[in-house]
């Protein structure tokens, strides 16, 4: 899907460039849930926004289902690290933007609505504007905004990254039980290698800059996943294996800079 | 006192009161108690005796009632004008560059200083002091309304664009309701400057309005009239102020303001 990949930020007065993303090639499957992770300034989130569209690649393409990705669109729906609910919408209008954009019927929408609003268990919130919400309320009203949209694939950007510990192992959860339900197929960036291993059924490492792939893991865990087995002997094992291959990355990343 | 540590609502409205109240006072004691010549500066019994005249004898209601209507009309033509200008300016570079250096160098312009070429142009009528006030106001809505637009935070920017919005879906549903809360305090500021550009049109040729009494009174050497013209217009200025506010709030409940 993704094919020689890269991106170079050009340096600044005399600077040198970036070298955010070295050419990258990865092929993601339908409804396959891969989680990227990798210490900070890896590239994972270039090459999310890359693939959303938010950014211009310096080579290579990206092809969606064998069409090329040229800019930003509902076909790659995206959950932000910030919140990035639109503040004067409430959380129903919030939901309903994408598919207002689409020009679907009202009453479709509203139907729509409902049904995720009850999904992420904020029935009662619907007309709460988004400054009343808490952070992992706000989170989960922006999933189903982009997955109300019917996206062919969504993409997560350290989503869980600003909330607290409890609600991110939560949000973890009410975000795999959407997944085993609905099987999209989501691509997730995070720092956390507990949360990599969890949701994925495969996780993907980074290297630090210049960012390329490191390492390719299938975790076979099988599901419906309970957050008990994050204390199991395989996860514990997978956990081990990972957190070698990212300090390694790290060690290197924090010696160059 | 510590540094930003809250009080009571009632602390403050007692306070805000006792400095009016302190004001008068001293204003009081300088003129009643023969410190002041009556000549120059009348006492604050004086200033309500003649203002309680002015609009029993001297129809000085009908001078209010034409200077709110100057002000509110070349208000509303600037805002009329200006918002609009402003938001696409904010919104697509080629206009601000088209625009952007006229209006920053229109902005200095004095007003005032257009009053005799608009008496020349415009006679000494209605449509004279109108365009005072619209030339004091409109350039200073367009910058400072561009300036609000462009500063919309980008990451609703892209989401809005993840889920499908193209050009005119992100600036009629993002870029102007993102910045409408601040785009109706810029234009509660600017009301209050066209308050000055008004006076100042009515200083010079004008048969009516308040700054026309001002000016006869002067002539008179009335100066409780002149404080009342003064007062009376800050009443209005304040009425006007919490109007805005009470309006705002009201309009976008979800704002933070």
Known sequence: MIENLSRIFPGRGRGAATRALEPTNLAIAINDFVTIVGPSGCGKSTLLRLIAGLDRPTTGRILLSGTPVAAPGPDRGMVFQSYTLFPWLTVADNIAFGLREKGVPAQRRRQVVREWIERIGLAGFAAHYPKELSGGMQQRTAIARALANEPAILLLDEPFGALDNQTRALMQELLLGIWERERKTVLFVTHDIEEAIFLASRVVVMTARPGRIKADVRIELPHPRHYTIKTGREFSALKARLTEEIRSEAILAAASQ | ?257
């Not at chain 2, 709110?68 to 697509?92: E, Q, S």
């Not at chain 2, 109706?184 to 049109?201: H, M, S």
């Open chain 2, 1 to 257: 006192m510590k540094p930003l540590a809250p009080i009571s609502n009632t602390a403050r409205i007692a306070l805000g009161v006792l400095f009016f109240v302190l004001f008068f006072a001293a204003w009081g004691y300088a003129t009643l108690g023969g410190y002041v010549s009556k000549t120059f500066l009348a006492s604050p019994l004086t200033m309500v005796e003649e203002g309680w005249l002015l609009i029993t004898r001297h129809g000085f209601h009908a001078d209010i009632g034409v200077t709110i209507w100057r002000v509110v009309g070349g208000f509303a033509l600037a805002a009329l004008v200006a918002v609009p200008v402003g938001i696409l300016m904010g919104a697509y570079k080629p206009i601000e560059a088209f625009l952007e250096p006229f209006v920053s160098f229109a902005r200095y312009l004095p007003a005032s200083a257009f009053i005799p070429l608009l008496i020349l142009w415009a006679g000494l009528g209605e449509l004279q002091k109108l365009l005072v006030i619209f030339i004091g106001s409109v350039f200073q809505i367009v910058l400072m309304v561009g300036v609000t637009v462009s500063g919309v935070r980008r990451d609703l920017i892209e989401a809005a664009l993840t889920l499908g919005a193209r050009g005119r879906g992100i600036l009629v549903r993002v870029l102007v309701p993102a910045s409408a809360p601040d785009i109706a305090e810029i234009l509660r500021l600017v009301l209050g400057w066209a308050w000055t550009y008004v006076i100042v049109a009515e200083l010079i040729g004008s048969s009516s309005g308040i700054g026309h009494m001002i000016i006869d009174s002067q002539a008179l050497l009335a100066t409780g009239q002149i404080i009342f013209g003064i007062i009376v217009i800050g009443i209005i200025g304040l009425i006007s102020d919490f109007a805005f506010k009470w309006t705002n709030r009201r309009l976008f409940p979800w704002s933070l303001a």
